[in-house]
Each structure stands twice: as C-alpha cells, then as structure tokens.
C-alpha cells in the first residue's frame, strides 16, 4: 500500500487545517506555525504495532519534539474517541489529532493518504513558522519511520 497521490515536497506550502485531538479541542495548523515551527506526523492506525512504537518513541523523547519554537501534531483517520482511548492507555500527552471526517481529508491534501487500505501511509513533514514544509519522509505502513533526519532539519532549521 502506498499513497496515492504525490505527498508534498520541501518548498511547498503547507494546507492549512483544523482537526478535532483526543481531548475534543479543535486545532488549527496556521495558528501554531503563527508563532513557531510544527512537525507533522501522519499514521495509519492507533493501537497498531509500528505505529505505537513509534509514539511510544515520541513520548520517551517528547524534548526532542516539543519546544518553545516547535510543536508536535500526530494525525490518523481514526476516530476522536479511539485516540483518546490510546492515549489514556499510552500515556499520550500531546495532540492525537482525528482525520475521521470528511475522512482522511487532510491527508489527502499533504498527499499521504492510501485509497486502498482508507488510511495514512507514514508520512512526516516539517513546516516552519512562515507556512512552508522544509523537509519531509514518507514511508509506507508497513515500515517504520528513522527521526534523526528530522532531528538534522531541525538542526539545520534553527541555524
């Protein structure tokens, strides 16, 4: 399985959006890229085996994710309810942001978004506080996603 259209490349605006996270608030991309940098991190499905290791990794390095000039938003198509139910058993702390309706929309507008399976593929993107993706790494479902190239944008980013 793999995304269906072409996800969107460095250099290119990001779509704004709001999404509905775990807790029922509404947030909205441009108002965190207003005033910082956001990393973007689409997933196929909550309680899945990759992707809970793969937040597991976030939430053990959460420094490394979250900053004064960084926010973190993970996002599915799964439900509002289902993420919160994964992130009261992971212990979640950040926004689990839901693509369920009109389903997968988001998705389809940064280009990762799988027809065939009605999910994400592992797509990550970067944007800075001007609205522009400055680096991106899709992978997948069924491959795990290697952050130290964010960690090196990032770097880079804040040079």
């Known amino acids: 399985m793999v995304a269906t259209q072409t996800p969107l490349q460095p ?33 196929p499905f909550a309680f899945s085996g990759i992707c809970t290791g793969e937040l597991d990794g976030i939430r053990d390095n959460l420094g490394e994710y979250v900053a004064d000039d960084l926010h973190l938003l993970t996002i599915s198509c799964d439900p509002t309810y289902a993420l919160r139910g994964w992130a009261d058993a992971k212990g979640y702390f950040f926004p689990l942001l839901s693509d369920f309706w009109p389903h997968g929309a988001v998705t389809r507008d940064y280009g990762v978004f799988d027809e065939s399976g009605g999910m994400p593929v592992r797509g990550t993107f970067l944007i800075d506080a001007t609205g522009t993706i400055r680096w991106t790494l899709i992978n997948p479902p069924s491959v795990g996603r290697d952050f130290s190239g964010l960690q090196e944008a990032l770097r880079e980013l804040r040079a």
């Open 11 to 43: 250099g290119s605006r990001a779509p704004d959006f709001t999404l509905t996270d775990q807790n029922g608030r509404r947030v909205r991309l441009s108002d965190l890229t207003a005033a910082a940098n956001v990393v973007l991190v689409f997933y």
